[in-house]
RNA sequence: GGGCGCGUGGCCUAGCUGGAUAUGGCACUUGCCUCCUAAGCAAGCGGUCAAGGGUUCGAAUCCCUUCGCGCCCGCCA
């Protein structure tokens, strides 16, 4: 067996199905003709070769030609049965081969089941990188939401995956706020002492005087200007300052299972000069113009249009912009990675357009690769900070924390006080991150909290509960199955309901392939919600520890199967699969 | 004014490299706990896939136009 089979058992189904498929294309006169197999409405098959395309080059009705390739297939393999239907070859899978395969490498597999073969692709993959100026609120955290499953599942597919932030350390954002924390005085900031919230207050002020009182404005722009120079004092202050907000940020983002692997502070690319260089470069360009002493591109040969064409990288004091700078991260992202991903607010779309142009300007052959979001609002509209209607991550899921635990302690007092506050985190928290994570990242969110705060139908705690069902089943069984149930599997898993949650286990791997070649987490939680639906008809349906004989063997086989599956797709998914709920 | 994205039953959503009866959920109606956890299962109700045109044997999917919503067009980040 080779290293992709052994991980994904649909594979070779359908690499037999395709070489079959070529010989018998040949056969009736077809030989280049690329091979696309979907998938077929279900009680049709299990893939599906759709000979509409060849109609005109054999100048024949797609239903002859499917009839005329059916009979020219022998099932053998894992090929069971070869039909033609309404212009379609359909594929049936020989079921005790899969079954076989699919439990023994689950079982043999298990908290890696799903995964691919190492890719050896570096992947460095930037998210959240939010100014660290104060609490996250939801309409940001889907950044971090949908970095962190896209690094779990592609990570699980074989990439070498590194999460990075990106911390603006020199803006103008930051500034303020460091200069506020050291020349106001503000009695104690909300929500106790937690860093993210700390200094709020601090900033909030700073800018309002900074509107009023042109003085201040010039302390912040000084300020502003000691630190791209590097001012020792100046720059300490300022990192201490990001980092006590961004501690308070990470602090956050844990309690959702989200860690990131590292940190690039902005001022870096000042300090070390990568900035002059990436500055001079552009300089040099043939797109180079210079007004009021700022220099920009003219970017309207490179397909921008607007209003404006500019792109200013430096200002009329020479200072660097913040896009200036975040080239020069690019460059440095480049050096460490085969492939650099961004996981973006839909409002960065043209200063992405405008860095790749710059990447060409200055000669480099790399692009990032870009996961855009649209931005979570209210009901009443866009979230704002002055209006106070922000929802704050740590609001959202302390909300969600204590309504799980009144769903918890309606259905579980029999369970201690300390088991069912577990199990209202896992349930709550778990439930914020799939209503995310479930939505396809281009559509605008609406946020409203019975839908963020709903624990049933499509949902997390439907996943955890498949999940929580299948390990009490396992908890109350005399014996533990191993990956030798496979043979038990191919004989006695016999019924529909069965059959079928076999098989969405068998495609979880290429499931996760797909997810990860497409840069789309969501995806993932739609194959889950089907996943669980399935386990939970199997569950309702097909008596396991009451079967008889060898049966049972077979069954608890598929449960340790459809647990690790759905176990690995919530660790995906950054939700806890817990044991009992 | 220009660019990019989105528009699928009352609400949310999948499908979008064209293909077989458009996926699920919420809500609503109705059944199912002497049987491995009812956060579940089953049945019912509900769709001109924004509108119009085009390409095609075939369009939710591709092209054009229009409408609606979002985001952007700073010497901000």
Redesign the pocket.
Same mark, same amino acid.
Request: proline content about 4%.
């Given at each position: 067996m080779t290293e992709i089979e052994n991980h994904d058992p649909f594979a070779v189904f359908r690499r037999e199905a395709e070489r079959a498929l070529s010989a018998a294309l040949v056969e009736v006169g077809v030989d280049d003709t690329e091979i696309v197999l979907?998938k077929?409405?279900?009680?049709?098959?299990d893939l599906?070769f759709?000979c509409?395309?060849l109609?005109?080059i054999l100048k024949m009705t797609?239903n002859k030609i499917a009839e005329d390739i059916a009979s020219k297939i022998t099932p053998n393999g894992t090929i069971d049965g070869v039909e033609a239907?309404?212009?379609?070859v359909?594929f049936h899978v020989r079921f005790d081969m899969l079954a076989k395969a699919t439990i023994s490498t689950a079982l043999a597999a298990r908290e890696r089941f799903g995964s691919g073969p190492s890719k050896g692709v570096k992947v460095l993959l930037e998210h959240t990188s939010v100014?660290p100026t104060g609490p996250m609120h939801i309409g940001r955290a889907r950044n971090p939401i949908i970095g962190d499953t896209l690094a779990r599942i592609m990570r699980l597919a074989g990439y070498d995956v590194l999460t990075e932030f990106y911390v603006?350390d020199v803006?103008?954002?930051v500034a303020t706020m460091t200069w506020g924390v050291k020349n106001l005085t503000i009695g104690d900031a909300p929500n106790g002492g937690k860093g993210d919230h700390r200094f709020v207050p601090y900033y909030r002020e700073a800018h309002k005087k900074c509107e009023e009182d042109p003085k201040v404005l010039e302390e912040v722009n000084a300020l502003l200007y000691k630190l791209e120079h590097g001012d020792p004092e100046s720059v300490e202050l300022n990192r201490k300052t990001s980092e006590t907000v961004l501690e308070g940020m990470m602090e956050s983002l844990r309690r959702i299972n989200i860690r990131i692997d590292g940190f690039t502070w902005e001022s870096r690319f000042v300090e070390n000069g990568s900035v002059d260089k990436v500055i001079s470069k552009l300089r040099q360009s043939e797109y180079c113009h210079e007004?009021?002493?700022?220099q920009h591109l003219e970017l309207e040969s490179f397909g921008i249009? !607007? @209003?404006?064409t500019?792109w200013?990288f430096t200002?009329?004091?020479g200072t660097s912009?913040?896009?200036t700078r975040d080239l020069a991260y690019h460059l440095d992202k480049f050096s460490r990675s085969d492939v650099a991903i961004n996981v973006l607010g839909?409002?960065?779309?043209?200063?992405m357009q405008q860095l790749a142009a710059a990447l060409n300007i200055i000669g480099s052959d790399r692009r990032p690769e870009i996961v855009f979001y649209?931005?979570v609002?209210l009901p009443e !509209? @866009?979230m704002s900070t002055r209006k106070g209607t922000v929802v704050t991550l740590d609001d959202l899921m302390d909300e969600a924390v204590d309504m799980?635990y009144e769903?918890?302690r309606k259905?579980?007092s029999d369970l201690p006080e300390e088991r069912m506050r577990e199990?209202a985190r896992t349930?709550g928290l778990g439930a914020l991150r799939y209503n995310i994570a479930?939505?396809?990242a281009?559509?605008?969110?609406?946020f409203k909290w019975e839908?963020a705060l709903?624990?049933?139908?499509?949902?997390a705690?439907?996943l955890q509960?498949a999940h929580?069902?299948a390990?009490?089943?396992l908890k109350?069984a005399d014996s533990k199955p191993g990956p030798a149930s496979a043979d038990a599997c191919a004989r006695k898993l016999v019924n529909h309901h069965e059959r079928e949650l076999l098989k969405l286990v068998a495609a979880f791997p290429m499931v996760i392939g797909e997810c990860a070649e497409t840069r789309?987490p969501?995806?993932l939680a739609?194959f889950t919600?089907d996943l669980a639906?399935q386990f939970?008809?199997f569950?309702?349906y097909?008596?396991?520890?009451?079967a008889e004989g060898d049966v049972i063997e077979a069954r608890l086989a598929l449960v340790e199967a459809a647990r690790w599956t759905l176990r690995n797709a919530l660790d995906c998914l950054g939700i806890d699969a817990p044991?009992?709920?």
């Amino acid at each position: 067996m080779t290293e992709i089979e052994n991980h994904d058992p649909f594979a070779v189904f359908r690499r037999e199905a395709e070489r079959a498929l070529s010989a018998a294309l040949v056969e009736v006169g077809v030989d280049d003709t690329e091979i696309v197999l979907e998938k077929p409405p279900k009680g049709m098959g299990d893939l599906g070769f759709p000979c509409f395309p060849l109609a005109k080059i054999l100048k024949m009705t797609p239903n002859k030609i499917a009839e005329d390739i059916a009979s020219k297939i022998t099932p053998n393999g894992t090929i069971d049965g070869v039909e033609a239907k309404g212009g379609y070859v359909n594929f049936h899978v020989r079921f005790d081969m899969l079954a076989k395969a699919t439990i023994s490498t689950a079982l043999a597999a298990r908290e890696r089941f799903g995964s691919g073969p190492s890719k050896g692709v570096k992947v460095l993959l930037e998210h959240t990188s939010v100014n660290p100026t104060g609490p996250m609120h939801i309409g940001r955290a889907r950044n971090p939401i949908i970095g962190d499953t896209l690094a779990r599942i592609m990570r699980l597919a074989g990439y070498d995956v590194l999460t990075e932030f990106y911390v603006n350390d020199v803006g103008r954002q930051v500034a303020t706020m460091t200069w506020g924390v050291k020349n106001l005085t503000i009695g104690d900031a909300p929500n106790g002492g937690k860093g993210d919230h700390r200094f709020v207050p601090y900033y909030r002020e700073a800018h309002k005087k900074c509107e009023e009182d042109p003085k201040v404005l010039e302390e912040v722009n000084a300020l502003l200007y000691k630190l791209e120079h590097g001012d020792p004092e100046s720059v300490e202050l300022n990192r201490k300052t990001s980092e006590t907000v961004l501690e308070g940020m990470m602090e956050s983002l844990r309690r959702i299972n989200i860690r990131i692997d590292g940190f690039t502070w902005e001022s870096r690319f000042v300090e070390n000069g990568s900035v002059d260089k990436v500055i001079s470069k552009l300089r040099q360009s043939e797109y180079c113009h210079e007004s009021d002493g700022a220099q920009h591109l003219e970017l309207e040969s490179f397909g921008i249009t !607007g @209003r404006d064409t500019k792109w200013v990288f430096t200002r009329s004091d020479g200072t660097s912009l913040y896009t200036t700078r975040d080239l020069a991260y690019h460059l440095d992202k480049f050096s460490r990675s085969d492939v650099a991903i961004n996981v973006l607010g839909e409002d960065q779309k043209l200063g992405m357009q405008q860095l790749a142009a710059a990447l060409n300007i200055i000669g480099s052959d790399r692009r990032p690769e870009i996961v855009f979001y649209a931005f979570v609002s209210l009901p009443e !509209g @866009r979230m704002s900070t002055r209006k106070g209607t922000v929802v704050t991550l740590d609001d959202l899921m302390d909300e969600a924390v204590d309504m799980a635990y009144e769903e918890v302690r309606k259905r579980r007092s029999d369970l201690p006080e300390e088991r069912m506050r577990e199990i209202a985190r896992t349930v709550g928290l778990g439930a914020l991150r799939y209503n995310i994570a479930r939505i396809q990242a281009e559509k605008q969110i609406v946020f409203k909290w019975e839908e963020a705060l709903n624990f049933e139908g499509s949902s997390a705690p439907f996943l955890q509960y498949a999940h929580a069902r299948a390990c009490s089943i396992l908890k109350k069984a005399d014996s533990k199955p191993g990956p030798a149930s496979a043979d038990a599997c191919a004989r006695k898993l016999v019924n529909h309901h069965e059959r079928e949650l076999l098989k969405l286990v068998a495609a979880f791997p290429m499931v996760i392939g797909e997810c990860a070649e497409t840069r789309r987490p969501h995806a993932l939680a739609a194959f889950t919600q089907d996943l669980a639906a399935q386990f939970n008809q199997f569950y309702r349906y097909v008596p396991v520890l009451k079967a008889e004989g060898d049966v049972i063997e077979a069954r608890l086989a598929l449960v340790e199967a459809a647990r690790w599956t759905l176990r690995n797709a919530l660790d995906c998914l950054g939700i806890d699969a817990p044991e009992e709920m």
